[in-house]
């Protein structure tokens, strides 16, 4: 049972990527699935949570308007638009299950329900 991250890469400010969350061993739709991302010597902190029913999602402030994350029922998937990069959005960004299936209405309290942790993908914006 494992999560994983993919998709990240170099981009300049301003820029897009989608990251995408795939799981091996169980279904993601049957979850809450949410990202985080750790920069260089920060602590890890939330991005956004995708509930198991889709209308119930939670961002941080700091990405709201230019995050967006969604479900990829026909792959099983959870993916992560990012729009309007900027380069305190630099980090190694990952995945994580709660087996739940909801996400903590506060962004700050995500990281209390994850009980599986996926390898992360680094992103990287120049500025």
């Known amino acids: 049972v494992q999560l994983q991250a993919s998709g990240g890469g170099l981009v300049q400010t301003g820029g897009s990527l989608n990251l995408s969350c795939t799981g091996v061993?169980?279904?993601?739709?049957?979850?809450?699935i949410a990202w985080f991302r750790q920069a260089p010597g920060n602590e890890r902190e939330p991005v956004a949570c995708?509930?198991?029913?889709?209308?119930?999602?939670t961002y941080a402030n700091s990405v709201k308007g230019r995050f967006t994350i969604s479900r990829d029922f026909a792959e099983d998937t959870v993916n992560l638009q990012m729009r309007g990069l900027r380069p305190e959005d630099t980090a190694v960004y990952s995945c994580?299950?709660?087996?739940?299936?909801?996400?903590?209405?506060?962004?700050?309290?995500?990281?209390?329900?994850?009980?599986?942790w996926g390898k992360g993908t680094l992103v990287t914006v120049s500025s």
């Open positions: 994580a299950r709660d087996r739940s299936g909801y996400c903590a209405r506060d962004a700050e309290y995500l990281v209390y329900g994850m009980d599986l």
């Open positions: 061993g169980f279904r993601l739709r049957d979850n809450a």
């Open positions: 995708i509930s198991q029913s889709p209308s119930r999602i």
